[in-house]
């Protein structure tokens, strides 16, 4: 590996041996004009920008730092930009006294002054000139800058704020409570908020409009056939000859059943021709197209097509006896409109009333909108506040009002130069074009340099807008002489091998093809990188591309695969599987990769591979693969952080330091590697009248060191009745005597992420140590913040790994970007896109510049609205539609650009895998399912299986058909070889000759300074409690879940605790037995064969099915073993989900079941444990309750489910009659209800 998390050792500017330019960089440093530089991959940008800050320094010697302005995209590239050039000016000044070139009073000057540089990211570079101009700026001194973090809470305090102040008053939140519940009617504004300035100018343009403005906007704006076109198509004279027919024939009142079809088409047509004329020439503005829209739709069947049958338009014969000559008039009326409108090649709608119910909604959102804005403002006014979008917008107004400082601040800046232009947006734009020209409008600018890659934009979820670099690209030709050249490209490529960068050239040449017949603003075009690589020449690269197949296909895995590789029922545990063997079969057989440190060619090891995820949803997978094969791996970016089991512990003790009855908190504490207890242990606590923590505190047995451990710590953090100033400790200090009393780092180095872990705690020590020193001193106080970091950080980086890691990467594309491995592994080609909404990330509201009528855009915004037939089912709107294919369409195209960002990493090799469904033939051929259509694409393998797999006729016979005798097979794409692979069986002993024990890491610890609780009921309990046929109510959960088994082997409850765990563990198939007989001993249970193989099955069966559901649902999280409760007035009822996917719209409840089928079906078991899983549902609406909430119950005996689905109104139903139910169990059980700590 060449660079770490954020601080890269080489970057996308390779060290170029000193700094010689190539020649493409010897024409970006013309400083007598503008120019605008595409810098591909690896191409040396940050070494071309210094070259270039270097050329202006030496070429005039009035030219110091202040009169560069140098904006990049992030501090960590400000930071290594301005330690380049001041090694080149060191390296000059030390050169000066035996120079003539060099003035050693000069450089000795601006090496002094490049501590003040002007070198920033944007929202820097604003700080600084409003605090330089803080007389004039209309700012006050002194002012504070919110990042990101603080910001969204911000927002989210205000927010709920205004709504709170105006919730019984306010008409506008009284209706859109109706539409949304208040958690997502706040997530939707907070995330407005955040859109500026695209949300205030959209709500600017409605808050004051009327629902008749809208519609007519909706009508010229979105409406599929615009006005000129319906008018044409209705004035036709044949169709206009036609509804003079329909409308007489309508006018002579026949005495037929109005319900027949000829009469109700009669009726549709006549009335909407009367109502807009159109038959007589009257019609005006959208009333063509809202006729023309009734007409199609009447004409057509629901899918849009004619009707078979004629009866649909000229009715039945019996109703039209006597009339048979009407009925043929209007029939022939009815062909003429067929034929004149096509209504089934047309795009129509078929009614406004789903955009009239909408009107409504999207213009009280603009008006709340409008007012959370004003108190979002005077709060940040109050406070002394600017937010990074404040800063770019109170600078521009700045430098527009006042003439003189706009002067002034050109007047200083001789050059300026725009780092990851690619990854900027208009309004920045809009600022660089006053800094250096003073008007926006008429850019005459010579002295602007840009430089980015529109193939390398991946901020599009941070408000990156790609197209802002084609914009500014034209606006510096503009102003540039017309002799000039401004647009120049970086092709030399420092980092990637021959043979690579070539097959790269060749796939990305196709990969980025337009998705329609021409390339939209948004899209990356291609460009060929060239040879500049200097070093490790020898090397001769390698691409591989893994094909997976989504089932177990004897010809198409390599031999012994399917025999010593576990047994897969998931995509996701399949490839990943597949991906570990293969790397052990390269690490037995190592190619050659260059050393950049040792600078030497040598043979890969594990640390030189680096597995980069699009996301982390299977990250568990991989490091589940690569332990099975023993290969060491560091997770870089792993899960959230704050939701890591590690920090969740630490967590969980500070909720027990502010509540010590707080059962579930403890629970969780004694249960985790700070203690370590068994459940068996903590239910011996369990007690009919007394908490977790006053049970704990009488135990005489090996609980009570955890008891003294505890009570020690609560009176160093200052929570127990016997505390003074002398006994308590900083909270870091108190973290750290944690860490020694428990031997924490030591339990969590027994776990599957020891290194991970330790970084994880240490990082949290840090981040306590911070808020301590910002003034937070209760435990209460951490515990808000802590809250509200989860809140607003739920994909928190995990804690960077030391530099001196060993092992694979893994690590999320994004946190590469900058960076270079020698070997690159990206999987999951075959993995679906997570397609995001755009204002509040569940798709509920978009907001996106559109194109309109009169040939500019505007910002738009689209949402559901309920149907007019049924108002709890909500419609996408005209908007919505729109928006989301286009959302969409941005979305692929950024995806298509990540593949490139994260194949460009690789500098030796690269390997592709991906899972593909297979099709065999009768005659024992095989086939690939078909991909999508570019645009229409779903995964990374919709690109690449129709270059890399198949033929120009879309066959994958020339592949497959060598792969089903062979494990691998290597063809060419443009004279660049590749090589495509099956699966193949482990190397078992790769790594024999190195050790693979882990060292644990050590941590640094310093010396530390000398009510009545609610009643709480597992789940299963309560479930238990109201089955008329179960005696024995308060038994231990998994006794009822697990098959009846003979008294001499296991107990039933507990082979239901050997299932659930093996479940929740998912080791290696092979472990499974001598862990179940391990597990059995501990629980003091004798484990037979028989109980074995019924361990087996019902394990395999739990996890294929598992899998299978994970596959089907696409879950952007999911969690085992969660512990969840119900908060309900008359107690708590608390619980462990099995299994809990999470997507955009729903939560997914799986739990598992091994009851003995033969006794009881499969539904009488569900009826009898569907009240535990209906507390699961209640505990999650109230976690959110935007999401409906689907429950599964799996029973492994009989290898079935049964599933049931809450939405949101009868969650909130449900919530009351569970909250009944348990008033009523305890009020007949009196005392006998007893307080659970488990959360099973």
């Not at 399917?562 to 998931?570: D, K, S, V």
């Not at 996301?615 to 997978?621: S, V």
């Not at 790994?801 to 080609?829: C, M, N, W, Y």
């Not at 089955?1027 to 009846?1044: C, G, H, K, N, W």
Request: glycine share 6%.
């Amino acid at each position: 590996m060449t660079g770490t998390d954020d601080t890269p050792t080489t970057s996308d500017d390779e060290d170029q041996g000193g700094l010689s330019p190539t020649t493409e960089q010897e024409e970006a440093l013309e400083l007598d004009h503008n120019i605008a530089i595409t810098a591909g991959a690896g191409t040396g940008k940050t070494t071309t920008l210094t070259l270039r800050y270097l050329e202006m320094l030496e070429s005039e010697s009035d030219i110091g730092p202040k009169n560069i302005a140098t904006i990049t995209f992030t501090n960590d590239a400000a930071n290594e930009m301005q330690e380049r050039i001041r090694e080149e000016v060191a390296e000059r000044l030390s050169e000066a006294p035996e120079s003539d070139e060099y003035d050693y009073d000069r450089w000795r000057n601006i090496k002094d002054d490049l501590e003040n540089g002007y070198i920033h990211t944007i929202h820097g570079f604003c700080s600084r000139l409003l605090r330089e101009y803080v007389v004039e700026a209309p700012v006050r001194p002194e002012f504070d800058t919110l990042d990101e973090a603080d910001a969204k809470v911000l927002m989210r305090e205000v927010v709920r704020e205004t709504i709170d102040a105006r919730w019984e008053t306010n008409e506008d939140i009284r209706r859109l409570a109706r539409l949304w519940n208040r958690d997502s009617l706040e997530q939707v504004l907070v995330g407005l908020l955040d859109s500026r300035p695209m949300s205030t100018e959209w709500a600017t343009r409605w808050e004051g409009a009327s629902v008749d403005e809208y519609l007519n906007h909706v009508w010229a704006t979105f409406y599929p056939t615009d006005q000129e076109t319906a008018e044409a198509h209705l004035s036709d004279p044949s169709v206009q000859n036609a509804l003079h027919t329909i409308c007489d024939l309508h006018g002579r009142g026949f005495d037929i059943d109005p319900s027949d079809n000829g009469m109700d088409f009669l009726e549709t047509v006549s009335t909407i021709a009367r109502e807009t004329g159109i038959h007589t020439g009257e019609a005006e503005g959208r009333e063509w197209q809202r006729a023309f829209d009734v007409i199609c739709d009447r004409l057509t069947t629901g899918s849009g097509s004619r009707y078979s049958r004629r009866h649909w338009y000229r009715g039945s014969k019996s109703s039209w006896s006597g009339r048979e000559d009407e009925q043929e008039q209007l029939d022939a009326a009815a062909d003429a409109l067929l034929e004149g409108l096509e209504p089934e090649e047309k795009e129509f709608i078929g009614g406004l009333d789903t955009e009239w119910n909408s009107s409504h909604y999207v213009l009280s959102l603009a008006r709340l909108y409008c007012t959370v804005l004003e108190e979002y403002t005077q709060t940040k006014s109050d406070q002394n506040t600017l937010d990074y979008h404040d800063l770019i917008q109170t600078c521009i107004e700045f430098l527009n009002a006042d003439d003189r400082v706009c002067e002034q601040v050109q007047s200083q800046f001789d050059y300026v130069m725009v780092d990851e232009m690619q990854d900027t947006d208009l309004l920045q734009w809009e600022l660089i074009k006053l800094v250096t020209a003073g008007d926006t409008d008429n850019f005459d600018a010579q002295n602007v340099f840009l430089v980015g890659d529109e193939k390398q934009s991946i901020y599009r979820f941070r408000g990156a807008d790609v197209t802002t670099f084609g914009s500014a690209r034209a606006d510096l030709a503009a102003a540039n002489p017309d002799d000039v050249e401004t647009t120049k490209q970086l092709r030399g490529n420092f980092r990637t091998i021959e043979e690579t960068r070539e097959f790269l050239n060749a796939l990305f040449d196709q990969v980025f093809e337009p998705m329609d017949d021409e390339y939209r603003d948004y899209e990356a075009e291609p460009q060929a990188l060239t040879d500049e690589r200097r070093e490790g020449r020898e090397v001769t690269g390698t691409v591989e591309y893994l094909l997976v197949p989504d089932e177990d296909i004897p010809e198409l895995h390599g031999d012994d695969y399917l025999t010593q590789t576990p047994r897969f029922a998931g995509h996701g545990e399949r490839e990943a599987h597949a991906l570990a063997s293969r790397l052990t079969s390269l690490l037995d057989d190592p190619p050659e990769i260059y050393d950049e440190d040792e600078e030497c060619l040598r043979s890969a090891k594990p640390e030189d591979i680096t597995i980069l995820l699009r996301a982390r949803t299977r990250l568990k997978e991989h490091e589940r693969a690569l332990d099975a094969y023993e290969i060491p791996y560091t997770v870089v970016s792993g899960t959230g952080f704050w939701d890591a089991p590690e920090i969740t512990a630490l967590t969980n003790l500070l909720t027990f330091f502010e509540n010590p009855d707080d059962d579930i908190a403890l629970y969780g504490v004694l249960r985790s590697p700070l203690f370590g207890f068994p459940d068996e242990d903590l239910a011996r606590l369990h007690s009919e009248d007394q908490s977790l923590w006053t049970a704990l505190q009488t135990t005489e047995d090996d609980l009570e060191d955890a008891a003294r451990l505890l009570s020690d710590w609560r009176q160093l953090a200052a929570v127990n009745d016997e505390v003074s100033a002398d006994t308590t400790v900083p909270w870091g200090t108190l973290l750290s005597q944690i860490i020694a009393d428990s031997g924490y780092i030591a339990s969590v180095g027994a776990d599957e992420r020891p290194r991970q872990a330790a970084v994880n705690i240490n990082k949290f020590r840090e981040q306590l140590r911070a808020w301590e020193e910002g003034g937070v001193k209760t435990v209460s106080e951490l515990l808000t913040r802590i809250e509200r970091r989860k809140e607003i950080e739920s994909h928190a980086d995990e804690a960077t790994i030391p530099e001196d890691a060993d092992g694979v990467q893994i690590r999320t594309i994004h946190s590469a970007k900058g960076l270079e491995f020698p070997i690159v592994a990206i999987p999951e080609v075959g993995t679906e896109f997570n397609f995001q909404g755009d204002v509040d990330d569940y798709g509920k509201v978009y907001l996106d510049e559109l194109d309109v009528a009169d040939g500019g855009s505007e910002p738009v915004l689209g949402l559901k609205a309920p149907s007019a037939d049924d108002p709890y089912e909500h419609q996408n709107t005209l908007a919505r539609t729109r928006l989301q294919d286009e959302v969409r369409m941005q979305e692929r195209a950024e995806l298509k650009r990540l593949l490139y960002v994260s194949a460009t990493r690789a500098r030796d090799h690269l390997l592709f895998s991906g899972v593909h469904s297979i099709d065999a033939d009768e005659e024992g051929g095989f086939g690939l399912q078909n991909a999508n259509d570019a645009a229409d694409a779903r995964y990374w393998r919709d690109w690449l299986q129709p270059i890399l797999v198949e033929d120009e006729d879309g066959d994958a016979g020339h592949i497959l058909g060598p792969l089903s005798v062979g494990a691998a097979h290597t063809t060419t794409l443009r004279g660049s070889e590749y090589t495509v692979r099956i699966p193949t069986a482990p190397v078992q002993d790769w790594g024999a000759s190195a050790s693979t024990e882990r060292e644990y890491p050590q941590i640094d610890i310093p010396d530390p300074k000398a009510s009545t609780p609610p009643i709480s009921i597992t789940a299963t309990n309560f479930a238990k409690a109201l089955s008329p046929d179960d005696t024995a109510v308060y038994t231990d959960e998994l006794e009822e879940d697990a098959v009846s088994l003979d008294t001499d082997g296991l107990q039933a409850n507990h082979l239901g605790t050997v299932v659930h765990k093996l479940c929740e563990l998912r080791p290696d198939r092979d472990r499974w037995r001598p862990i179940a007989s391990r597990l059995g001993s501990v629980l003091d249970d004798t484990v037979t064969d028989g109980d074995l193989d019924r361990i087996e099955e019902y394990t395999d069966r739990c996890l294929q099915f598992r899998d299978r559901i994970v596959d089907t649902e696409s879950p952007t999280t999911a969690h085992e073993e969660l512990s969840v409760v119900a908060r309900l007035e008359a107690g708590r009822i608390v619980g462990n989900i099995d299994l809990l996917l999470v997507t955009p719209d729903s939560y997914h409840v799986i739990d598992y079941k091994t009851n003995d089928t033969s006794q009881r079906s499969v539904d009488n078991l569900a009826e009898k444990y569907w009240p535990q899983l209906e507390v699961y549902a209640a505990a999650l609406h109230q976690n959110d309750d935007s999401r409906t909430v689907h429950t599964t119950l799996y029973f492994a005996d009989a290898d079935e489910y049964r599933t049931t689905t809450h939405d949101m109104l009868s969650l909130d139903i449900l919530g009351d009659d569970l909250d009944t139910r348990l008033g009523e169990l305890t009020q007949s059980a009196g005392t006998a209800v007893p307080e659970s700590p488990s959360g099973y």
